[in-house]
Nanobody
Framework: QVQLVESGGELVQAGGSLRLTCAAS????????VAWFRQAPGKEREFVTS????????YSADSVKGRFTISRDDAKNTAYLQMNSLKPEDTAVYFC????????????????WGQGTQVTVSS
């Protein structure tokens, strides 16, 4: 089983940038897709972006296209979410998740979840 731990969330001003990190441990020798989801207060968890097991394919929600970039470094068992041009509406708890298919945008398609990291964007 893989365990995931997110880090990097903090308070940032609108227009700023952050990089979130998702560190994996456990059975990392098995290839898996990684996704980032977010959940704002009072809202459902929503898909942000994902990357395939070999890094060859990425998928992103329309709301973050052109601003957020997902990447992975399997030598370090780590995935990243680079967030630029942040907006107040990006404020949420961000979760990374591991699953079989990066093309899946539903949370139920991902088996393993981290505990989340808070991102707050001030206006």
């Amino acid at each position: 089983q893989v365990q995931l731990v997110e880090s990097g969330g903090e308070l940032v001003q609108a227009g700023g940038s952050l990089r979130l990190t998702c560190a994996a441990s456990g059975r990392t020798s098995i290839g898996y897709a990684v996704a980032w989801f977010r959940q704002a207060p009072g809202k459902e968890r929503e898909f942000v972006t994902s990357i395939s097991w070999n890094g060859g394919s990425t998928y992103s929600a329309d709301s973050v296209k052109g601003r957020f970039t997902i990447s992975r470094d399997d030598a370090k068992n780590t995935a990243y979410l680079q967030m630029n041009s942040l907006k107040p509406e990006d404020t949420a708890v961000y979760f990374c998740a591991a699953g079989q298919w990066a093309s899946s945008t539903e949370a139920r398609a991902y088996d393993v979840w981290g505990q989340g990291t808070q991102v707050t964007v001030s206006s």
